[in-house]
């Protein structure tokens, strides 16, 4: 199989693995409990949270573990509305945004609050000056994301943030880094973000994990879950410490040579850019500034179509949300991409663990997708 969809998930790396086992069969103690074996508990889940702010370029108090990005990302925007949007009521998004952010924004749009929505160009990009155009003196609450998960545009997410706290100093700036974490080096600590999601399941660790980075610049911040006190009285309940163990594991391995990761599969995705520029009748959507991720469409075949031929052929690729539910991409609607373009959309995404045999095996299926195209 070639595995070609890394955006969707992962593949958990073996010490990710090793690590959740332990933790399920050695270590599977209550982290609160105060016997030595619960206490041993306890120190695992203070390293994972230490390997994982490291990853992050964080303060290891400000990192608190959820059940994934989208938890994390419904708690940035509710919690940041709860706390700071009792006199203000605008809010800046993107159209870009994944659903667990734009979601959120609709649910808000019925409460009561008004939100606007930065149109990106035609690559997929998001501009400074769409944001300085939108801010306002109302204006509390900043979400946008780092990569888009569909194009790989990446957003200037430090210049954003220090304009949004310049031109208004009170507001918070969020920013889904789910598709940048380990992908695009970022540090925590230096971005300006106030809040920052990350996922487990992105970067080879489990599904079921995930975390929400809460800058000291917020001095307090609405809890997600009452109960016991865990994470800081923020978001209560017994930890899922085989996951957590297992996200920290990833972290710390794909961490060792992140600049190596990212170098060779930048390599590898503009190898594959420059291969398949030579076929007529693909096109190469959006700016594809991730290493990692790039979107395609053979205008004339249906998503599904190239998807079928592609898994015939062994070989995994993501529809994104082009034909979700019936409905066309929200990411290429919004740049204004073709109806015929938007429907023969999908999506490539690479990972560590692909080799430039996979993508030898993507030019050969993509090379069937244009010969049935002509039959």
């Known amino acids: 199989m070639i595995y070609l969809d890394n955006s969707a998930t992962t593949k958990p790396c073996q010490e990710a693995v090793e690590?959740?086992?332990?933790?399920?069969?050695?270590?599977?103690?209550?982290p609160s409990a105060l016997y030595n074996f619960g206490i041993d508990a306890a120190r695992q889940l203070r390293l994972a949270r230490n390997?994982?702010?490291?990853a992050m370029g964080a303060e290891p108090d400000r990192v608190f573990f959820t059940s994934g990005g989208t938890e994390a990302d419904n708690w940035a925007i509710f919690g940041a509305a709860r706390r700071f949007g009792k006199k203000n009521k605008?809010?800046?998004?993107?159209?870009?945004?994944?659903?667990?952010?734009l979601n959120c924004m609709k649910e808000l749009e019925a409460q009561g609050f008004q939100v606007t929505y930065l149109q990106p160009d035609e690559l997929g990009r998001i501009t400074l000056d769409a944001l300085k155009a939108a801010l306002r003196k109302d204006t509390?609450?900043?979400?946008?994301?780092?990569?888009?998960?569909?194009?790989?545009?990446?957003?200037?997410?430090?210049q954003m943030a220090r304009l949004t706290h310049k031109l208004c100093p009170d507001a918070i700036f969020h920013t889904d880094a789910v598709q940048g974490f380990l992908k695009v080096p970022f540090a925590a600590k230096s971005l300006g973000a106030d809040l920052i999601t990350v996922s487990s399941h992105k970067v080879h660790g489990?599904?079921?994990?995930?975390?929400?980075?809460?800058?000291?610049?917020?001095?307090?911040?609405?809890?997600?879950?009452?109960?016991?006190?865990?994470?800081?009285?923020?978001?209560?309940?017994?930890e899922a410490t085989p996951a957590i163990l297992g996200f920290a594991a990833a972290c710390q391995v794909v961490s060792k040579d992140l600049a190596g990761d990212i170098s060779r599969e930048k390599a590898l995705l503009e190898g594959c850019i420059q291969r398949l520029s030579g076929?007529?009748?693909?096109?190469?959507?959006?700016a594809h500034d991730a290493p990692h991720i790039l979107s395609l469409s053979i205008p004339g075949v249906p998503t599904q179509n190239s998807i079928n031929i592609l898994q015939d052929a062994g070989i995994c690729v993501s529809a994104g949300s082009a034909c979700a539910?019936?409905?066309?991409?929200?990411?290429?609607?919004?740049?204004?991409?073709?109806?015929?373009?938007m429907d023969a959309?999908?999506?490539?995404?690479?990972?560590?663990?692909?080799?430039?045999?996979?993508?030898?095996?993507?030019?050969?299926?993509?090379?069937?997708?244009?010969a049935w195209k002509q039959r």
């Open 325 to 341: 539910k019936g409905h066309r991409s929200h990411t290429l609607t919004a740049m204004q991409l073709s109806p015929e373009t």
């Open 90 to 101: 605008h809010i800046v998004t993107t159209a870009i945004e994944h659903h667990a952010v």
């Open 206 to 238: 489990p599904k079921g994990a995930g975390a929400l980075y809460i800058s000291p610049r917020i001095k307090s911040f609405p809890a997600l879950l009452l109960g016991g006190g865990q994470e800081s009285n923020l978001r209560s309940g017994t």
């Open 140 to 158: 509390f609450f900043v979400s946008i994301m780092m990569v888009n998960n569909e194009v790989g545009s990446v957003m200037p997410i430090a």
């Open 279 to 286: 076929l007529e009748g693909l096109k190469i959507n959006g």
């Open 345 to 370: 959309s999908f999506r490539i995404s690479l990972s560590r663990d692909t080799t430039e045999e996979d993508i030898e095996g993507l030019i050969a299926g993509i090379e069937k997708i244009l």
């Open 19 to 30: 690590a959740m086992t332990s933790a399920l069969t050695e270590g599977w103690a209550n």
């Open 51 to 54: 390997k994982v702010a490291a």
